[in-house]
């Protein structure tokens, strides 16, 4: 039998993408091992960020002893913190304005363990220091947005093996949040309904997509999937922002996170990846309150290209009820 191919269009963004497994690779080349280059640490900037020329920390965790967590400015940031808010202004027809903002560093003490080998206590302790900086930026009137993402391996952008995570405030809000903002609000205006709980709900009775859930969370292969083997992670409960979500579900949301990753990179032999936050957005929160923020996990099987680049519609070549399917092997 000939393996299908349709289209299916996102609720939240109302993207078309395409499900293709008659270009599917085979599976074992979705579960080919990363020559990824070990950086020892005797050369490793991260080992003691302080030598290698950083500030003292912005947040450390714990404050007395051992560091085990550590926020910290970015040596080399793509936005900067001066006096002032980005002002805009025009050059010929083109809005241009300074990127003015915060970029930092979240860094874990050990040069080896990637998110889900750490002791899970110390996972928690990453999410915590994520948590504790997005507070902090609360009360600048300069900043819009804050991005929480992690780069892991070079595929994925990251230039430096140890592993670390970073946290840029921006005085925008970015397109691709906009976009999902736009679509979130555009579903409960005529639904009168959360569309990502419409979706968790959908996934939860389907059970086929879902990879891993407890009292509070929820990880699943979306229906519409436009990269191979992504995940949300979701906390059950309606909640717009990552920084007013409860300690009890956090944890759980922590939990579905590292353990999705564990599956991750065992069933596909650590691959090179990303997961990033999305929340709604600092400024004007009264406006948000359709938004349901989660974390999406991309792992990195594929380039885009001639097709996707001139049409802005991915072709997906694993069918994400499949990609769930070898996810959940134990």
Sequence with gaps: MDKKSELRRDLVSG??????????????????????????????????????????PILIYPEIGKWRVQVLENKYPAFKDVKGCAYIFKKGPYSVAEAVGHHDL????????????????EAELVFRAFKDRYEMHL??????????????????????????YQMIAIPVVPPDVEHSLDGS????????????????????????????????????????????????????????????????????????????????AKNMKDPDLNFFIHTAPIKNKKKYHHYHWHIEVIP?????????????????????DEAAKILKKN
Excluded at 19 to 25: A, G, Q, V
Excluded at 110 to 117: A, I, S, V
């Design 300 to 320: 990195k099987t594929n380039i885009d290209a001639g097709f996707e680049l001139s049409t802005g519609i991915e072709i997906n070549t694993v069918d994400p």
């Design 15 to 56: 993207d078309w993408i395409v499900i293709s497994e008659s270009r599917s690779k085979r599976k074992h080349q979705f579960a080919k091992k990363e020559k990824r280059i070990i950086v020892p640490r005797s050369s490793c900037p991260f080992e003691d960020p302080q030598r290698s020329g950083n500030k003292l």
């Design 185 to 264: 609000v555009r579903f409960f205006e005529k639904n009168k309904k959360c569309v990502h709980c419409v979706m968790i709900k959908e996934e939860i009775k389907e059970k086929n997509r879902i990879v891993f859930q407890n009292k509070n969370a929820v990880a699943f292969a979306p229906f519409v999937s436009k990269e191979p083997f992504e995940l949300r992670i979701f906390p059950k409960k309606h909640i717009p922002y990552f920084e007013e979500t409860s300690e009890a579900v956090l944890k759980d949301v922590i939990k579905a996170l590292y353990f999705s990753l564990k599956k991750i």
């Design 139 to 164: 009360n600048d009137p300069c900043v819009s947005y804050v991005s929480i993402f992690h780069n892991w391996g070079p595929k994925a952008g990251a230039s430096i093996y140890h592993p670390h």
């Design 106 to 121: 979240v860094l874990t003490r050990d040069h080896n363990k990637r998110f889900d080998q750490l002791p899970l206590a």
